[in-house]
């Protein structure tokens, strides 16, 4: 395997916890056993990484991001809003004064001089392993802070979470490592956004979240990538939700000229219920790769995943889901459906629906469509007076907002929509507002 240029830079000054060291140098040793992933390796053989393991990255530095928080800010709508730039806490810039009690959201740092050390030594690093997933080792080895959220037993969080992590790059490429921390006790109720934009030169940004919910919560979890186009954007996300809790995941990538994203939900409690919705939107020569499992380690759990692809240009995207089913999880149900458009016939899409069962009472399906517009519907549009790139741009909203509706954190929704309008030449104002309705393809 080819290991990633030597990244060097200075420490944070703030104090940290001793252990930290430990954690650090164990992903260390095993970054310099395996180092980072080459195409010859099946789970990374369709996603060329040369341009990130040939560019020499620094420890982003400090930097102005006054303008690129201020365009991105949740504002009033957010509930909390921690900023993060270049992988540093942003106070002047983040909201962090609210009344509900329970909750918990601060730095990983300040969290552990506070009380919360031995949750966060219990969770921090367990459940993103640095054995399986090279750029969580990488990421593990650089630790020195991050975002945390601790809400306690039946706390109900009425308003968005927002994490905002922006990069900034530099003359030099730059590389920083956000990590997010996430525990929920029983009986929560909460909205969580990540935001990861950036600006400038080539740089990299890889992040690392875990989430842990204990029982009968209900929890709704959405990502918005949106990268500087010259950037690179790497995220391991694992989950682990218990007995009748409910996990909702929303992920949109836009930005990034190579993007890689590995998900994995554990159903750990009998009655766990998961959703995975994922849209990619990208033109170019932009490469996105989206890696998911849903991993079903215990009995009487439904789940549903819907991931779809707008590939415009050259652009090129990959989907490998995994449904693995262990021999105790009788009376799974779970479903899962890729479905790509292309927009050119230059534009590649490789899809990989895979299922691992284990067990004998199961409903488990999966399938994968990918094709350019159906020219019926094209026909039907012009038919009635509608131009023919105004066709392919309207059919094209509304693929994708067959996951945009389901997106209830409306900054998020806003934000998807309004980037596709502009990309294809629509009103500003176009919204799908059937923000309930759902098919068969995904249940929300």
Same mark, same amino acid.
């Given at each position: 395997?080819?290991?990633?240029?030597?990244?060097?830079?200075?420490?944070?000054?703030?104090?940290?916890?001793?252990?930290?060291?430990?954690?650090?140098?164990?992903?260390?040793?095993?970054?310099?056993?395996?180092?980072?992933?080459?195409?010859?390796?099946?789970?990374?053989?369709?996603?060329?990484?040369?341009?990130? $393991?040939?560019? /020499?990255?620094?420890? #982003? *530095?400090?930097?102005?991001?006054?303008?690129?928080? @201020?365009?991105?800010?949740? &504002? !009033?709508?957010?509930?909390?809003?921690?900023?993060?730039?270049?992988?540093?806490?942003?106070?002047?810039?983040?909201?962090?004064?609210?009344?509900?009690?329970?909750?918990?959201?601060?730095?990983?740092?300040?969290?552990?001089?506070?009380?919360?050390?031995?949750?966060?030594?219990?969770?921090?690093?367990?459940?993103?392993?640095?054995?399986?997933?090279?750029?969580?080792?990488?990421?593990?080895?650089?630790?020195?802070?991050?975002?945390?959220?601790?809400?306690?037993?039946?706390?109900?969080?009425?308003?968005?979470?927002?994490?905002?992590?922006?990069?900034?790059?530099?003359?030099?490429?730059?590389?920083?490592?956000?990590?997010?921390?996430?525990?929920?006790?029983?009986?929560?109720?909460?909205? $969580?956004?990540? /935001?990861?934009?950036? #600006? *400038?030169?080539?740089?990299?940004?890889?992040?690392? @979240?875990?989430?842990?919910? &204990? !029982?009968?919560?209900?929890?709704?979890?959405?990502?918005?990538?949106?990268?500087?186009?010259?950037?690179?954007?790497?995220?391991?996300?694992?989950?682990?939700?218990?007995?009748?809790?409910?996990?909702?995941?929303?992920?949109?990538?836009?930005?990034?000229?190579?993007?890689?994203?590995?998900?994995?939900?554990?159903?750990?409690?009998?009655?766990?219920?998961?959703?995975?919705?994922?849209?990619?939107?990208?033109?170019?020569?932009?490469?996105?790769?989206?890696?998911?499992?849903?991993?079903?380690?215990?009995?009487?759990?439904?789940?549903?995943?819907?991931?779809?692809?707008?590939?415009?240009?050259?652009?090129?995207?990959?989907?490998?889901?995994?449904?693995?089913?262990?021999?105790?999880?009788?009376?799974?149900?779970?479903?899962?459906?890729?479905?790509?458009?292309?927009?050119?016939?230059?534009?590649?899409?490789?899809?990989?629906?895979?299922?691992?069962?284990?067990?004998?009472?199961?409903?488990?399906?999966?399938?994968?469509?990918?094709?350019?517009?159906?020219?019926?519907?094209?026909?039907?549009?012009?038919?009635?007076?509608?131009?023919?790139?105004?066709?392919?741009?309207?059919?094209?909203?509304?693929?994708?907002?067959?996951?945009?509706?389901?997106?209830?954190?409306?900054?998020?929704?806003?934000?998807?929509?309004?980037?596709?309008?502009?990309?294809?030449?629509?009103?500003?104002?176009?919204?799908?507002?059937?923000?309930?309705?759902?098919?068969?393809?995904?249940?929300?």
């Amino acid at each position: 395997m080819t290991q990633l240029a030597d990244i060097t830079g200075d420490r944070m000054t703030t104090p940290e916890p001793s252990w930290f060291e430990i954690v650090r140098d164990n992903a260390r040793q095993q970054h310099q056993k395996v180092g980072l992933p080459t195409g010859k390796e099946e789970q990374w053989r369709f996603t060329q990484i040369g341009p990130v $393991l040939r560019t /020499s990255f620094s420890l #982003a *530095g400090d930097s102005d991001p006054q303008e690129l928080a @201020t365009q991105n800010t949740f &504002g !009033n709508q957010a509930l909390v809003e921690l900023v993060f730039v270049n992988g540093r806490f942003v106070p002047e810039l983040s909201k962090t004064n609210h009344t509900i009690r329970g909750l918990t959201v601060g730095t990983l740092v300040e969290a552990s001089a506070n009380g919360h050390e031995s949750l966060i030594r219990a969770h921090l690093g367990k459940y993103a392993s640095i054995d399986r997933h090279p750029f969580a080792c990488l990421n593990t080895a650089h630790l020195t802070d991050g975002a945390y959220v601790h809400i306690a037993r039946s706390t109900t969080v009425s308003a968005p979470i927002h994490l905002l992590f922006v990069t900034v790059g530099e003359e030099q490429p730059v590389a920083c490592h956000p990590r997010v921390l996430v525990v929920c006790e029983d009986q929560v109720q909460a909205t $969580l956004v990540e /935001s990861y934009v950036g #600006a *400038g030169s080539r740089y990299l940004t890889n992040t690392v @979240t875990e989430m842990i919910c &204990g !029982n009968d919560c209900t929890i709704d979890h959405c990502k918005l990538q949106q990268e500087s186009e010259d950037g690179f954007h790497t995220a391991v996300m694992q989950v682990e939700i218990g007995q009748q809790t409910q996990f909702v995941s929303h992920a949109i990538s836009i930005g990034a000229k190579i993007s890689r994203n590995d998900l994995g939900v554990k159903l750990a409690g009998r009655g766990a219920y998961a959703t995975l919705n994922g849209l990619v939107l990208i033109q170019g020569q932009q490469h996105c790769d989206n890696h998911t499992l849903l991993d079903h380690a215990a009995p009487d759990c439904p789940s549903h995943e819907l991931y779809k692809h707008v590939l415009m240009d050259r652009a090129s995207a990959v989907f490998k889901g995994q449904i693995h089913v262990h021999q105790v999880a009788q009376k799974t149900n779970a479903k899962q459906s890729s479905k790509s458009l292309l927009l050119s016939d230059q534009a590649s899409m490789n899809s990989m629906p895979a299922l691992e069962i284990y067990a004998d009472d199961v409903k488990c399906t999966h399938g994968s469509t990918t094709g350019p517009i159906e020219e019926d519907l094209i026909f039907y549009l012009r038919s009635r007076g509608v131009g023919l790139e105004a066709a392919r741009h309207l059919l094209t909203y509304a693929f994708a907002a067959d996951i945009t509706r389901r997106i209830r954190v409306e900054p998020v929704r806003r934000r998807v929509e309004d980037y596709m309008a502009a990309q294809h030449g629509l009103p500003q104002d176009l919204r799908i507002n059937d923000l309930g309705a759902f098919d068969d393809d995904v249940i929300r």
